[in-house]
C-alpha cells in the first residue's frame, strides 16, 4: 500500500483517538485531566513533522522513517498516559502490514518491544513484575505470530499481481510485434476504454475499473495464433482470410480461460467484436446480451482503429472517427454509451497517434 493511504489511515486513528479522549473526559471525568491534555497533544502533533515532510525523503527511507516515528510516537504516548496500557504497542506491527513486506513488519515488532523495554526503565512511575512481563511479551508473541502469517499472504498476493502484470505485458508485447501497424494498439485501446468506463461509472454503471482495464489490453491477445500474412496483408482481405481473422476473440478467450482469467474478463474478449444489432462475431449475440466491457472496449477499439495508420489505408481525423461512431450508435456501438463518449472524446485526443497520416477523403467502412 502506498504510505500516502497508510498516513490518511493514521490521521483518521488520531482524529477518533482524540475524540474518544474529549468524549471519555467530559463525560465521566468531568473535564480532561493533565494527562489527557498531554495525550491529545502527542497525538495531534506527533505526525505533522513526518506529514510535512515524507515527500522530500528518499523513497526507500520513507518506509522505514514511518515505522520509527510511529515506535516514537507509541513511546510518548506510553510515557505520558500509562493507564492506556502495553497495549498501545499492538498498533506499530498492525500498521506496517499494509505495506505488505515481512522485513518492516519484523523490524517494527522488535522495535515495539525494545520501546516497550526503554519506556518501563526510563519512567519513574512504571513498574512491573517479571511474571506480568513475561504474560504481556507471550500475548505479544501471539499477537504477532498471527499478523506474521497475515503478512506472508498479503506478499504472496502482492507476488502473484506482479507476476500476473508481467504475464499480460509479455502476451501484449507477442501480438504487436507481429504487426507494426498496431504498435500500441492496445495500450491506446485501455486508455480510450478507462476514460469511458470511469465517465460511465460515475453515471451509475456497474463497472469495476481494474477489470477493464485488463481485458481492454487484453483484448486482442487471440491474434498471436494469426497468420502475420494475413494481419500485414495491404489490400482487402479474402473472404477465407476474413474468416480467419474472426476467429481470434475465440481463440483470446481460451488462451485466457487456460491462464484461469476471471470469467468477466474472459467474456470481455470474446465478445469485443459483437455488434449491438446481433450481426457481429464470433456468436452474434446483440444488446445487453453483449457484456457491458466488450461494449465499452467495441468502442475504444473502433476509435484507436479509425485514427491509426493501417497497412491498407491512412488513419482518419479524430473528428471524422468521432462521426463515424455517432453514426453507428444502435446498429454496432450500445446507444447507452453515446452520451459518455460525446463527454469523454475531447480526452481522447492527447492519445491519438501523433504519426497518423491523416486522409480527410478516406471512408473506408469500419
Known sequence: MRIEKVLKLIWISVAIGIFFNLFVSYIFLNGPSREFHLLNIVLGLSWIPFTITYRYIKESWREILFIANMIIVLCLL?????????????????FTILFKKKSLFIGSSISSVIGY?????????LHTTIVTLMIELSFYFVYNLVLYYVTLILTENEKTKVLYEKTM????????????????????????SLLLGENLKKKGFPIDINI?????LLHDIGKVHTPTNILTKKGKLLPEEFEEIKKHPSKGASILRMLEYPNEIVNAVLHHHERYDGTGYPHGIKGHDIPLYARIIAIGDTFDALT????YRNAFHPDRAKKIILENMVSQFDPALEAAFVEVYPSFLPIVPRNSNIDEDNHTEV
Open 78 to 94: 506510553y510515557y505520558v498516559a500509562p493507564f492506556l496500557d502495553y497495549v498501545l504497542f499492538y498498533f506499530a506491527p498492525l
Open 212 to 216: 477493464l482495464r485488463v481485458c481492454s
Open 308 to 311: 491509426s495508420n493501417r497497412s
Open 117 to 125: 523495554g526503554v519506556i518501563i526503565i526510563i519512567h519513574p512511575t
Open 169 to 192: 505485458q509479455s502476451l501484449i508485447i507477442a501480438i504487436e510485434t507481429k504487426d507494426d501497424y498496431t504498435q500500441g494498439h492496445s495500450k491506446r485501446v485501455s486508455e480510450y
